[in-house]
């Protein structure tokens, strides 16, 4: 089983919808849980950290499961400019490492 | 404020050349990291560095040299180029480890072996 598992897409989804990936991870005792953008030929930026609580900003909402060791990502009201590859990424190894999933794309459609 | 900028930006190598990837960040990062991202797979970490003077292996780190001779700066090193090295190489650095914290990235290299 790979560390990190994102579907790789790609998620088609149109102006207005509610759209939602789920990231799976298989070290137990991984504890911090990131999810970043990487737009068609640039950088990966961070979106945003994944709390146990869970935690919202605008339009996007992201959820961890212990249990079930997945890591969600929600993206209410989707704009255009969501389009994007969204990156899960999970700390393996200590605090020093991070393991990056290959990506869930999302292009939303007009 | 330039934040995380990798030199060049493309490379074309010839197999058993050697190059050398700049990257530095003016963000007074201790933390700084390089990856390598291919088709189908996550970006990988080659090797890191957890302050000046110090590197460690990552996760495909064979072929691959590293330096971090001042805080600012991390040198990414191919001594004899393999086809299998083609990739996009990006350098990170943040100011906790990446497993605390954001990483900020810079804007890639992409280099072919020919």
């Known amino acids: 089983r790979k560390e990190v598992e994102q579907d790789p897409g790609p998620f088609n989804v149109p102006e207005g919808a509610t759209v939602a990936f789920n990231c799976t991870y298989s070290n137990s005792a991984s504890q911090s849980f990131f999810w970043y953008r990487q737009d068609c030929r640039k950088e990966p930026k961070l979106l945003m950290s994944v709390y146990s609580s869970g935690n919202e900003d605008g339009r996007f909402t992201a959820q961890l499961n212990r249990a079930s060791q997945y890591i969600s990502l929600l993206i209410r009201d989707s704009k255009l400019s969501d389009s994007a590859t969204y990156l899960c990424v999970v700390n393996s190894g200590g605090y020093q490492k991070v393991t990056f999933g290959i990506g869930t794309k999302l292009q939303v459609i007009p | 404020n330039a934040g995380v900028t990798q030199t060049p930006k493309f490379r074309v190598l010839k197999t058993g050349q050697s190059m050398t990837l700049l990257c530095a960040q003016d963000?007074?990062?201790?933390?700084m990291y390089w990856y390598r991202q291919d088709p189908g797979m996550g970006l990988r970490l080659i090797h890191y560095s957890v302050g000046e003077g110090t590197t460690a292996k990552g996760e495909v780190p064979d072929g691959y040299n590293v330096s971090r001779l001042k805080k600012q700066n991390f040198l990414l090193g191919l001594e004899s180029a393999a086809p299998s090295q083609t990739s996009v190489y990006f350098c990170a650095s943040s100011y906790l480890a990446s497993g605390r914290g954001e990483q900020y990235f810079g804007p890639g290299t992409r280099l072919t072996v020919t």
């Open positions: 963000m007074n990062h201790e933390y």
